[in-house]
């Protein structure tokens, strides 16, 4: 099973700021890696595939980049609506496994 | 716009079993993998299971393995998931999530989930 570690678990940051998030993977999953997005009492949203491709009508602020081990999300500018937590997630091989997640709160 | 209301969770005891179904509007159903994600009470993502194409081609987390059953009904736009054994830690919301167009194994988008409680 390919396990996949996220960091940081908790991101303090303010509106305005870059967030960055890491994933790393206990295996290389090649380019086989997804972020979501996910607000309190709801279902989480795909925001980037296959590493670096955005899913539809995911605003540019959110990129995706690494290949193998390492990966990274990065969030630009936060707005008050990107506040969550994110979960990365691997398709390289069964079972399919997601990461612990990083909240991103408000300093 | 595709929609996914997931159905059928609730209190069970266990050693009990509960079906979930995740009715599927929007898109042509029959098209898409389906899978099963499930979340224990303030934890993270746990997959569940997938459906690739038919019946045949399934696949199921360790932990469910010979418990659990996904399968769909084409003709009705439903996905299910037969859950027997059930213990204290299948405790969790279920979300049944499409997949992409072109992945298998991209979840999008996901239903709002259902609640399956397991106590005695």
């Known amino acids: 099973e390919i396990v996949l570690t996220q960091s940081p678990g908790t991101l303090s940051l303010s509106p305005g700021e870059r967030a960055t998030l890491s994933c790393r993977a206990s295996q290389s999953v090649s380019s086989y890696l997804a972020w979501y997005q996910q607000n309190p009492g709801q279902a989480p949203r795909l925001l980037i595939y296959?590493?670096?491709k955005r899913a539809t009508g995911i605003p540019a602020r959110f990129s995706g980049s690494g290949s193998g081990t390492d990966f990274t999300l990065t969030i630009s500018s936060l707005e008050p609506e990107d506040f969550a937590v994110y979960f990365c997630q691997q398709r390289r091989s069964w079972p399919l496994t997601f990461g612990g997640g990083t909240k991103v709160e408000i300093k | 716009e595709v929609q996914l209301l997931e159905s059928g969770g609730g209190l069970v005891q266990p050693g009990g079993s509960l079906r979930l179904s995740c009715a599927a509007s929007g898109l042509t159903f029959r098209s898409f993998a389906m899978h099963w994600v499930r979340q224990a009470p303030g934890k993270g993502l746990e997959w569940v299971s997938g459906l690739i194409g038919s019946d045949a081609n399934t696949h199921y987390a360790d932990s469910v393995k010979g418990r659990f059953t996904i399968s769909r009904d084409n003709s009705n736009n439903t996905l299910y998931l037969q859950m027997h054994s059930l213990r204290a830690e299948d405790t969790a919301v279920y979300y049944c999530?499409?997949?992409?167009?072109?992945?298998?194994?991209?979840?999008?988008?996901w239903g709002q989930g259902t609640l399956v409680t397991v106590s005695s």
């Open positions: 999530a499409k997949t992409l167009a072109a992945s298998p194994n991209w979840f999008d988008p």
């Open positions: 296959d590493a670096s």
